[in-house]
């Protein structure tokens, strides 16, 4: 019996153990620009935080920081964020912005324009359809972007980039 018990601390403090390094390879801190008043952007922050990120909030909206990473107009949201090198604009998934990280594509980051109903932090009851960015180059449009990924209803996500196709991040901030 007593060897037994012996057995289950020593499994339990192993899977611990292994549990504790597995999300400490996720984490990351995220630099997140938005307006103070904002509260889809803090919902989408609660998000980030619940999944292991570390979010230090600049309250002084993010156009600066939008431009500064070279993501236009035309793919903004409310907020940026900025992580291991990349910008992620508006309200991408968690998921996406993890299998970016573990990716390391050659690219800007990812982006959800807009601000589309059901995304995260965008939980209003509606849900449209809407995509995932991967801006390769700064400055990139909308018809340059490639699809990352596909949300809303009757999408599958089906479209992410080929893993294959890595190198590092190309966000270089001044």
Same mark, same amino acid.
């Given at each position: 019996?007593? *060897?037994?018990?012996?057995?289950?601390?020593?499994?339990?403090?192993?899977?611990?153990?292994?549990? =504790?390094?597995? !999300?400490?390879?996720?984490?990351?801190?995220?630099?997140?620009? *938005?307006?103070?008043?904002? =509260?889809? &952007?803090?919902?989408?922050? %609660?998000?980030?935080?619940?999944?292991?990120?570390?979010?230090?909030?600049?309250?002084?909206?993010?156009?600066?920081?939008?431009?500064?990473? =070279?993501? !236009?107009?035309?793919?903004?949201? &409310?907020?940026?964020?900025?992580?291991?090198?990349?910008?992620?604009?508006?309200?991408?998934?968690?998921?996406?912005? *993890?299998?970016?990280? #573990?990716?390391? +594509?050659?690219?800007?980051?990812?982006?959800?324009?807009?601000?589309?109903?059901?995304?995260? =932090?965008?939980?209003?009851?509606?849900? %449209?359809?809407?995509?995932?960015?991967?801006?390769?180059?700064?400055?990139? #449009?909308? !018809?340059?972007?490639?699809?990352?990924?596909?949300?809303? +209803?009757?999408?599958?996500?089906?479209? #992410?980039?080929?893993?294959?196709?890595?190198?590092?991040?190309?966000?270089?901030?001044?």
């Amino acid at each position: 019996m007593k *060897k037994q018990l012996n057995k289950f601390f020593t499994r339990s403090l192993l899977t611990i153990a292994l549990t =504790g390094v597995a !999300s400490t390879a996720v984490a990351a801190t995220m630099e997140v620009y *938005k307006s103070p008043t904002c =509260g889809c &952007c803090a919902k989408w922050v %609660d998000i980030m935080r619940d999944n292991g990120f570390t979010v230090n909030i600049h309250d002084v909206g993010n156009d600066n920081a939008r431009v500064e990473a =070279g993501i !236009s107009t035309e793919l903004g949201s &409310c907020h940026t964020a900025l992580v291991n090198g990349y910008a992620i604009e508006g309200h991408v998934p968690v998921d996406d912005i *993890k299998q970016l990280l #573990k990716e390391r +594509p050659r690219a800007v980051g990812l982006s959800a324009p807009g601000m589309p109903h059901g995304s995260p =932090g965008m939980e209003t009851g509606r849900v %449209d359809t809407y995509n995932v960015l991967l801006i390769r180059k700064p400055g990139d #449009k909308r !018809s340059a972007a490639e699809i990352y990924n596909r949300y809303g +209803p009757g999408k599958s996500q089906t479209d #992410k980039i080929p893993e294959n196709n890595t190198t590092k991040s190309i966000l270089r901030l001044k």
